[in-house]
């Protein structure tokens, strides 16, 4: 396949793991793969860690924004009272981080491996009983999840969060 660019992505919240590739570390390449690149993504606050710097490629700066929620119909919401987030994702962190900073607190995480499918009718309904237990008005989900919730009955307040990356430094991007 011919491309023109090569973009490597690192989170913050990761970096470079262990300096490991799968399934040792975090790392999809190993580093060495970094002299190929045009450009490092960094997604998240912190530094970019040195053995990354070194390669004196250009780095990207952004992070995940909170572009809209919704209910399930589809109706845009500004979901208030009580919220409880819910996720199947690999950095569950980072979904925390990214509605935090949206100025949105939450009461609990309901934390699931990444891909969980939420085909276990029974831990569906201890979280609609816990939901219910403490009171929580919206449960902000990703619109990764959301894809398998819609298809499992449940009575869960399920809001969707739908995020954007955004780049700070968007101008030093040079195609």
């Given at each position: 396949v011919q491309h023109d660019f090569d973009f490597i992505v690192f989170n913050a919240l990761g970096g470079i793991g262990n300096g490991f590739v799968l399934p040792s570390g975090i790392l999809r390449e190993p580093l060495s793969a970094?002299?190929?690149?045009?450009?490092?993504?960094?997604?998240?606050?912190?530094?970019?860690?040195?053995?990354?710097k070194k390669y004196n490629i250009p780095i990207l700066k952004g992070g995940y924004k909170i572009k809209q929620?919704?209910?399930?119909?589809?109706?845009?919401?500004?979901?208030?009272?009580?919220?409880?987030?819910?996720?199947?994702?690999?950095?569950?962190?980072?979904?925390?981080?990214?509605?935090?900073?949206?100025?949105?607190?939450?009461?609990?995480?309901?934390?699931?491996?990444?891909?969980?499918?939420?085909?276990?009718?029974?831990?569906?309904?201890?979280?609609?009983?816990?939901?219910k237990l403490e009171k929580i008005d919206f449960l902000l989900t990703t619109e990764k999840d959301f894809a398998k919730l819609q298809f499992i009955d449940h009575d869960l307040p399920l809001a969707i969060v739908e995020v954007e990356f955004v780049l700070e430094n968007v101008e030093e991007l040079k195609l």
């Open positions: 970094l002299k190929y690149a045009n450009y490092i993504i960094f997604n998240g606050k912190g530094e970019v860690p040195d053995k990354i929620i919704s209910n399930v119909e589809g109706n845009l919401i500004n979901p208030e009272g009580r919220l409880a987030l819910l996720s199947g994702i690999g950095l569950p962190r980072s979904f925390e981080n990214t509605v935090l900073q949206a100025g949105l607190h939450f009461e609990k995480h309901f934390r699931f491996p990444d891909h969980y499918d939420f085909k276990d009718k029974e831990i569906i309904k201890q979280i609609s009983a816990e939901v």
